[in-house]
């Protein structure tokens, strides 16, 4: 994180919405900087007189506003609790900077684009495909949203309407671990890698040629992610090094 990050400034909640037990967007009104789609800010509260401050994408596009985070409330942790709990007109302390290198922005054009998520790993990517980076620099765009339940999965309104503005350039393939669900794949995001299945759902394979892969999410959907990508010749992109995948580990 750079230095620049704990540089506070203070924010009003605007809107909130809970998807499901635990699972919320929270809207935010103030003079951040300018950012790129894919940085995250920090959120903090001042809890028994220590500001407690975690890392969150951003959801919106850079363009737009309200600000927007979308998260998921963790049983015993120091800062979701009490950021659950926060209504309109509520205030808490945002990092007047963004940061981040999960962004589109030394990226070279290819043939697809595949953004794969974990949980509330979704959120960056509609901040991404709300921009004309993706569509300017891919033929496609395979969104792979991955989820333990079929009730967590969120923000139906904006895929749609992703889907409308570029119909057929743009594909979501919903993958649900916990239980079976008519639509969706079945299983982990890896193993549905592993297997094949995803790309034959998405028509288009992945491989170095033609291929960009984006991961966020938990440790372990990135870590055997990374493992299965570099086996077909994937290598981590880097800004002075373009390659080919990048990631964004949430925890
Ligand atoms: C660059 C970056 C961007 C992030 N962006 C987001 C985001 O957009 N949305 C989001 O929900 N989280 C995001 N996170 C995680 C977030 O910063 C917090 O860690 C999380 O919200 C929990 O905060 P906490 O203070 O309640 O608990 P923490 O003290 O932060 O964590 C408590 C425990 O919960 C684990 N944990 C953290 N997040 C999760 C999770 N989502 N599911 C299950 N276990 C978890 C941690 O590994 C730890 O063991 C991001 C993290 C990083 C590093």
């Known amino acids: 994180m750079g230095t620049d990050m704990n540089d506070w400034v203070k924010a009003r909640v605007v809107g909130k919405h809970q998807w499901a037990a635990g699972l919320y967007s929270l809207q935010f009104d103030a003079p951040i900087a300018d950012y790129q789609a894919g940085q995250y800010i920090k959120v903090a ?63 070279q054009p290819a043939e697809t684009l595949w953004l794969l998520a974990t949980g509330t790993g979704l959120g960056v990517y509609l901040s991404i495909l709300r921009t004309d980076a993706p569509w300017d620099l891919f033929k496609r765009v395979v969104l792979i949203h991955g989820v333990r339940v079929a009730t967590d999965f969120t923000y139906a309104e904006t895929l749609a309407e992703i889907g409308r503005r570029h119909a057929d350039r743009f ?81």
């Open 45 to 107: 509260l001042d809890i028994e007189g220590e500001r407690i401050g975690r890392p969150y994408s951003l959801v919106n596009a850079p363009q737009s506003r309200p600000l927007e985070i979308y998260f998921n409330e963790i049983a015993g942790g120091p800062l979701t609790p009490p950021l659950s709990a926060l209504k309109p007109g509520d205030e808490v302390w945002l990092t007047a900077h963004a940061g981040g290198i999960f962004t589109l922005e030394t990226v």
């Open 171 to 251: 594909t979501f393939i919903p993958v649900v671990s916990r239980e079976d669900c008519a639509g969706t794949l079945h299983g982990r995001i890896t193993d549905l890698l592993t297997s094949g299945q995803l790309e034959s759902r998405a028509d288009a394979t992945i491989d170095p040629a033609t291929s960009h892969v984006m991961l966020c999410g938990n440790s372990a959907m990135i870590k055997d992610a990374k493992v299965i990508l570099e086996a077909r010749g994937l290598v981590r992109h880097r800004r002075h090094a373009p390659g080919h995948y990048t990631t964004e580990q949430y925890h």
